[in-house]
T-cell receptor, first 113, second 115 residues
Framework: AQSVAQPEDQVNVAEGNPLTVKCTYSVSGNPYLFWYVQYPNRGLQFLLKYITGDNLVKGSYGFEAEFNKSQTSFHLKKPSALVSDSALYFCAVFSGNTGKLIFGQGTTLQVKP | KAGVTQTPRYLIKTRGQQVTLSCSPISGHRSVSWYQQTPGQGLQFLFEYFSETQRNKGNFPGRFSGRQFSNSRSEMNVSTLELGDSALYLC??????????????FGPGTRLTVL
């Protein structure tokens, strides 16, 4: 079955520290992976995607994600967190079998000053 | 370029009523997808429309339906509302169907409350 897991409901980090939001996936065939962010009372905003090529993908607002095929992971990272990064983050994988974008449950990132 | 717009932003209905939500995609985008977001179930795919045809459907009962017009605008309808239909309904548009390569652009959502 195609699935996405975000093992942490919440991640807390101090401003200026590096952050990691974890994501693992299970999909048949080549994975097409995405990260989205959702601020309160707003829709999701696209951050970055992995389709093919370099395992390190750079996206918006200084975020990057590392694709690891052997560990079936696509963790979101940022070298130095900002308070304004506090939001709900979703990892998603496109399932070629179903033609659908499957989202993880989301991880709330809390960056404290 | 204007983003994805959804109307209305907030809606309160009672059980048994029906509701229609509207979504206008980004200009030039022909694919529109709908999602239901709840605290318990997260983001659940409802359906995708492309060129006025439903291309894909999630695991929702037949009370949930949708359509797409020739200008790519889309509507979704929920009939015989139940308390469990209370959710944020998100619409997303993309250039092409399938979502394999193209990121989706989301609207702000319609918050539906069923009393």
């Amino acid at each position: 079955a195609q699935s996405v897991a975000q093992p942490e409901d919440q991640v807390n980090v101090a401003e200026g520290n590096p952050l990691t939001v974890k994501c693992t996936y299970s999909v048949s065939g080549n994975p097409y992976l995405f990260w989205y962010v959702q601020y309160p009372n707003r829709g999701l905003q696209f951050l970055l995607k992995y389709i093919t090529g370099d395992n390190l993908v750079k996206g918006s607002y200084g975020f990057e994600a590392e694709f690891n095929k052997s560990q079936t992971s696509f963790h979101l990272k940022k070298p130095s967190a900002l308070v304004s990064d506090s939001a709900l983050y979703f990892c998603a994988v496109f399932s070629g079998n179903t033609g659908k974008l499957i989202f993880g449950q989301g991880t709330t990132l809390q960056v404290k000053p | 370029k204007a983003g994805v717009t959804q109307t209305p932003r907030y809606l309160i209905k009672t059980r048994g009523q029906q509701v229609t939500l509207s979504c206008s995609p980004i200009s030039g985008h022909r694919s529109v997808s709908w999602y239901q977001q709840t605290p318990g179930q997260g983001l659940q795919f409802l359906f995708e429309y492309f060129s006025e045809t439903q291309r894909n459907k999630g695991n929702f009962p037949g009370r949930f339906s949708g359509r797409q017009f020739s200008n790519s605008r889309s509507e979704m309808n929920v009939s015989t509302l139940e308390l469990g239909d209370s959710a944020l309904y998100l619409c997303a548009s993309s250039l092409e169907a399938g979502g394999r390569h193209n990121e989706q652009f989301f609207g702000p959502g319609t918050r539906l409350t069923v009393l």
